[in-house]
């Protein structure tokens, strides 16, 4: 199975909505542009950044197939799968691939504590459903209230043919690191979850990074990737070390709006998040378009 592509920088690309919460597709198509003309490797669609969580199937099958045919074969996209019950990740993992989705991306079951038997099941049902692309990992401890263990990682790498990587957004270098020394003899793909540890992650034998910061900023974010797969190790941290902070500035914020508020400041408009969430407040909005400012980007105004 070719996983050549699974590397550099990929977007969970965000879900631009109009004001009555339905798909923009004129929005849609302008970021998938923006984001390959950046630099970007890939498009992770239904990331946590692009509020999978707040769409219906119906919906995501629209985004997507709007997704396939603006990137036209241009980067490989990713079908992020992130349901609580199996039968449904089934489903949209299939509906993905039958869409043109190069690999799958399973996040772990949110709200639940499975065992670590009944997570095995979960993803070995999931990945014998699409046997014909690659299937990730996607491990979020800080949104899912547990992480995949490195244990379970191992095994699940070394028994299920067609999983051949994933995401770790765990925050945790050590973490990161043992889940590509434990699986570097089959060659197993690891991509850091933390924008602020994209330069640290390919130090320690990741392959790229997903990033929603490359949603707003793909030169610089791919600059990262870019100088340090090209020896420029010191240009590689410098370009790191001018992103932290404006990565940092979304904290403050109720998650994931600043991602949109981030893209909107920046002149490419996404729309709003769904609601519940909102717009960040305007003392944050003044910190966000501070943030991009004292790192030399211009701001729409």
Known sequence: MDTRFIRGIIPPIVTPI?????IDEGLLRNLVDFVIEGGCSGILAFGSNGEFYMMEEAEMEEALKIMVDQCAGRVPIYMGVGAIRTSKCVRLARMGVRLGARSVSILQPM??????????????TIAAAVPEVPVLLYNNPGRCGYAMSQDLVQELAHSIPNLVGMKDSSGDL???MEFVRRNADISFKVLSGKDTLIYSGLGVGAVGAVCSTANYLPELVCSIYERYVAGDIKGSLEAQLRLNPIRLATDKSSFPVATKD???L??????????PTMPSPAAQMENLRQSLIDGGFDVVE
């Open 18 to 22: 109009t004001e009555d919460e339905r």
């Open 111 to 124: 709200f639940l504590r499975p065992t670590e038997e009944e997570l095995k099941q979960h993803f070995r």
């Open 174 to 176: 050590t973490q990161t």
């Open 262 to 264: 981030l893209a909107n």
């Open 266 to 275: 920046v002149g490419m408009k996404v729309g709003r998040p769904y609601l």
